[in-house]
């Protein structure tokens, strides 16, 4: 397809979202942050560790996932009023995919500017997101400028969560449909 630059699903939603442009200069302190743990170094991998022991297999998956879980509410805790102020503040139409997304913004912004983003995904528990992102395109809709940005630095467990989140949605919009 021609023209088709999409190369994931992408859906629109309302979320908790901010977004800011960041100076070149703060970029790699910003990459690393995003890439981190919130709540901690990340060096002790529980899941990598399980998946070589003489456990069930079960039992490892069902361990892996309360480390997940335990992860994030460590990640809530810490990371204080930040992302508490941000649960209650205002909804954004936003579309999302495990590539990027798409939001309105007050004024276009050239492609290759860089920006960190943070939204709250709206699962169970909801899961803070902070990615540095990149501008790939600024078009005039209904005359106001929508941004159109790729991941430049995103966790792996946060992308995976974003595309499961995508796909639910979509799931969702298809059943009301029919």
Known sequence: MEGERR???????YLPFEARVVDPSEAQELRERCILPEGGTGLFDVEETLKHSNLPPALA??????NRKLDLLLC??????????MAGGERRKVEVSGTGLGFFWDEALPSGTLMEVKFLLPTL??????????????????????LGVKFTAL???????????????QKELLRQRS
């Open 125 to 146: 528990p909801f899961r803070p997101i902070r990615a540095l992102v990149e501008v790939v395109r600024a078009e005039e809709r209904r005359g106001r400028v929508w």
């Open 155 to 169: 966790r792996e467990e946060d992308r995976e969560e974003i595309v499961r989140f995508a796909f639910i949605k």
């Open 76 to 85: 809530l805790v810490s990371s204080g009023e930040e992302w508490r102020e």
């Open 7 to 13: 190369e994931s699903i992408r859906v629109l939603t």
């Open 61 to 66: 998956h069902v361990l892996c996932e309360m």
